[in-house]
């Protein structure tokens, strides 16, 4: 290809879209396709988009948009869960050319050429195919994401990914050890396991926690990362697996709520209790572990005391971020149907308040790693400055000077307050 095409990618959401369109990128520049920036005018338009919360909704819309609206014409390919949610509400939209359910996401590379081609297809013709992304081995990311499962069968009364990404399925084991053993072999030193459930993945008697083992059983110079996972499915063997070298020490477990009236009414699969009894293994073996969360504020029926009890379990668990989401209506669940909706001032104000938590708990866990060493996978290198960045295995960012380009490389640093530190 002489001009190659010109396509670019704009991704909302969670790890396992940014999974997806790594996938998709690299399989479009391996044919030659020119990766540019979303705001660079491009020939193909991809926008990969989140629906789990009013905000995600507005940002897909916004991206959208960005692309239809370019004066020459391009192609724009609308995907992911928006579509699979509210497919009708977009097909009124001016400029879309095809709109790509979750299902068949893996085919929009064939759906591109065949178009280039002149020949006349759409999204329905091919096949349904969840996990046949190719190995990526370049990515907007040092990271690899890994899939190893897809789509939910908790039903959270708040939650619309069973209907947009569908029932849980698990990726076959060997799939996702030859995918590992393909982006290490293209020099990534850091997997990411994503899914939408990943706690719950089985495929033919292995669960989670033997995958973890049989990945961290794999050779090469490579660390383990698990990406965000619900406080169910796994138990004391994870915790164990933790002292391996090759997994990080690091969880995002999804709490939602401090009040177990809450968590009753969100459907969620565990107590505080439990939960606390999970915190209590993690940090009495590893006092060091960084633990961040999920929160969700101004859920239907949330009282100041029900608030007030997941302000003091944030506190006294002290995680180092909190992702916290207002909630937000989504259509077809059960939660659209309870009354006593908060209002938005109400639910504006928590928030203020859980970020404020969330950033006392960054400084007083970033305060107390201080003098400790982190292995750092360099992420960027400024050759003017000598300064390097990355994150240690504890999901610290670091910042250190270098003499020469660490890039992708692990690098031992001890702290130093303001994490700038000299090897």
Do not use: W
């Amino acid at each position: 290809m002489t001009n190659p095409r010109k396509i670019a990618f704009k991704t909302l959401g969670c790890r396992l879209n940014q999974f997806e369109t790594d996938a998709l990128a690299a399989q479009f520049k391996r044919h030659e396709f020119e990766v540019v920036d979303y705001a660079e005018d491009a020939d193909i338009y991809i926008v990969n988009t989140c629906t789990v919360t009013n905000q995600g909704d507005t940002k897909s819309r916004k991206a959208i948009n960005q692309a239809t609206k370019k004066p020459h014409e391009p192609m724009v390919i609308v995907t992911g869960c928006m579509v699979n949610g509210q497919k009708e509400k977009l097909q009124q939209l001016n400029g879309v050319t095809y709109f790509v359910e979750n299902a068949r996401k893996t085919s929009i590379f064939q759906l591109v050429d065949a178009h280039f081609k002149g020949e006349t297809t759409s999204p329905e013709h091919f096949k349904n195919d969840l996990f046949g992304f190719e190995s990526a081995d370049e990515t907007f990311h040092t990271r690899s994401f890994i899939k190893i499962q897809d789509g939910c069968n908790n039903f959270c009364t708040f939650c619309i990914v069973p209907k947009v990404r569908g029932r849980a399925i698990s990726r076959p084991v060997e799939d996702i050890l030859d995918n590992i053993r393909e982006v290490i072999g293209f020099g990534f030193k850091e997997i990411v396991l994503t899914g939408v459930n990943i706690g719950r993945y089985e495929y033919n008697g292995t669960d989670f926690e033997t995958l973890v083992e049989k990945i961290l059983g794999l050779p090469g110079d490579f660390r383990v990362r698990i990406s965000s996972i619900e406080p169910e499915g796994f138990g004391d063997k994870l915790f164990s697996l933790f002292s391996h070298p090759k997994l990080t020490p690091h969880l995002h477990l999804c709490l939602q709520s401090g009040s177990d009236r809450i968590l009753l009414q969100m459907r969620r699969f565990y107590n505080l209790d439990t939960f606390m009894n999970m915190v209590e293994k993690i940090k009495i073996r590893y006092p060091d572990f960084n633990l961040t969360t999920d929160i969700i504020v101004g859920f239907p029926g949330e009282t100041e005391e029900d608030f007030r009890k997941t302000c003091e379990v944030s506190e006294d668990i002290g995680f180092s971020h909190i992702h916290t989401f207002k909630y937000s209506v989504r259509s077809g669940t059960r939660a659209e149907r309870m009354t006593e909706q908060v209002p938005e001032p109400v639910k504006q104000e928590r928030s203020r308040i859980i970020h404020s938590i969330s950033e006392e708990n960054k400084r007083k866990y970033r305060q107390s790693m201080i003098g400790k060493e982190q292995i750092v996978l360099v992420e960027k290198y400024n050759q003017k400055t000598g300064l390097a960045k990355g994150y240690g295995q504890h999901y610290i960012p670091v910042e250190f000077k270098s003499n020469e380009n660490p890039y992708n490389q692990f690098v031992r640093v001890k702290l130093d307050f303001p994490s700038l530190s000299s090897h």
